[in-house]
């Protein structure tokens, strides 16, 4: 019998099928198991954080590829390689570089969340253990995947494409026999001011996984990155006209480099005035990642080296009054707020300063700090947890949307370009998961449009 006929794809969601969060999705292709990413969920501790490992029971488990270094994309990993050491990993080269430095930091965040003795946190010698496993490859160099149970003439490829997302993001393109298989991860069509926007695999694949963060979301909020930027800069100068500084909550990872060149650039065309910024942590580091890669990677402002951008330290400052004595722009994490983190305790301390703004420059999830403070207007009672005071607003809030995902339209191109049979619906709420299917369907009602469940199996022939 032609095996083209017996091919199948058994797709199964241990994480993040319809949710931000624990991103982590199971194939089963003739034999050869395949995890594509192994996230963590950023507002949920412990086991309840991790993706549902204990689906993998008596399933072959051959290799896991990672698409970019982003918590909920990574820091799953070295639980599962706990339970399944042999797996081999496979990332671009910045994600392995990234994944060093992320992996790492997020011990210490754990063992500051989690108090549980049941739950065992991983080590830094299981970290560099890990990091040293990972086979890195470029994007568009095909490779093979070998399974333990496939045969050795297979044919079963993958390959990174360019994701746009953030350094060493990177799309999936997985081929076996006549069947191609892409899955985004975190996509983004649209150039920001380092990054260029995502390369797509050239010829139409039979199933696309495809990510719809932005989904639902009118895409007349999510303006064009330079007109966001000219909105921004001139938002900032009104605060620093008035004497006033400016808090900008950022991941540490894509974030803060993107919005770090934005606004140096802006002050070196003399459109922004100059200002002290402020950063740290984690971010200081890679920025330097960044650095090391700008001539081998589809980038902007190849010339700009973010380690060489004039900043201070906001760990050595002796006390938050220091940021109001002249007008300065604080780029702190976590870029949602969350409990704990340096923008959350910054952020209660500016909500009282009459003359600075708190501005927000990306998603924000409704079960974080950063929505409920977003969200708010001068004048307003916050209560952020159940243990704080209770807080009346006193700065200015402004929102932009520096989108580092595609929006809807940008999302229904990806399906017209690719032009799949099948569409897997992830990383999203049910709102976006449903306008995109119901989208997807206006375009082309012979497509199968699946929405994804964590727990659910999907066949694709």
Not at 51 to 59: A, E, G, N, R, V
Not at 319 to 332: G, N, R, W
């Amino acid at each position: 019998m032609d095996r083209k006929i017996d091919a199948m794809i058994n797709f199964l969601p241990l994480g993040g099928a319809n949710e931000i969060g624990a991103s982590c999705y199971y194939l089963n292709i003739d034999g050869t198991g395949i995890i594509l990413d192994c996230g963590m969920h950023p507002q949920k501790v412990g086991l309840d954080a991790l993706p549902k490992f204990s689906l993998l029971k008596d399933k072959p488990i051959d290799y896991v590829l990672i698409s970019h270094a982003h918590q909920d994309h990574l820091n799953a990993l070295p639980f599962l390689i706990k339970e399944f050491p042999y797996l081999k990993i496979v990332t671009t080269p910045q994600t392995r570089a990234i994944a060093e430095l992320t992996l790492n930091n997020s011990i210490s965040i754990l063992s500051k969340q989690i108090k549980d003795d049941s739950f065992e946190i991983y080590s830094r010698e299981e970290v560099d253990l890990l990091i040293q496993s990972i086979e890195y490859k470029s994007c568009n160099d095909k490779f093979e995947l070998l399974g333990l149970y496939s045969s050795m003439n297979s044919g079963l490829t993958a390959e990174f494409f360019d994701a746009g997302h953030v350094l060493g993001s990177a799309g999936i393109l997985i081929e076996y026999d006549d069947q191609k298989l892409f899955f985004t991860g975190d996509i983004n069509l649209s150039p920001q001011t380092l990054l260029n926007g995502a390369q797509l695999p050239k010829s139409k694949v039979n199933t696309l996984l495809l990510e719809c963060t932005y989904g639902a979301t009118d895409s007349s909020l999510l303006n064009d990155w330079e007109k966001e930027t000219n909105n921004l800069v001139s938002s900032i100068n009104k605060i620093f006209n008035n004497s006033g500084s400016v808090l900008i909550p950022v991941f540490s990872f894509g974030k803060m480099q993107e919005i770090l060149a934005t606004l140096y650039l802006q002050m070196q065309k003399g459109k922004l005035a100059q200002a002290d910024i402020y950063t740290g942590g984690i971010g200081t580091k890679i920025n330097r990642v960044y650095d090391y890669n700008r001539y081998v990677i589809d980038r902007n402002e190849k010339e700009l080296i973010l380690h060489d951008i004039p900043t201070l330290n906001y760990y050595e400052i002796k006390s938050t009054e220091d940021f109001f004595k002249h007008p300065s722009i604080v780029l702190a994490s976590s870029g949602m707020m969350i409990e704990s983190t340096m923008s959350y305790i910054l952020a209660k301390r500016w909500m009282k300063q009459k003359n600075s703004a708190i501005i927000t420059v990306g998603y924000m999830d409704r079960s974080t700090p950063g929505y409920h403070i977003a969200n708010a207007k001068k004048g307003d009672k916050l209560k952020l947890n159940e243990y704080d005071d209770e807080i009346i607003v006193e700065c200015s809030i402004k929102n932009f949307r520096f989108s580092a995902h595609s929006k809807r339209e940008e999302l229904i191109k990806i399906v017209k370009t690719l032009e799949p049979e099948n569409v897997a619906l992830i990383h999203g709420d049910p709102e976006a998961i449903n306008r995109m299917g119901s989208e997807i369907i206006k375009l082309r009602k012979d497509i199968k449009v699946h929405s994804a469940e964590n727990g659910k199996e999907i066949s694709f022939a």
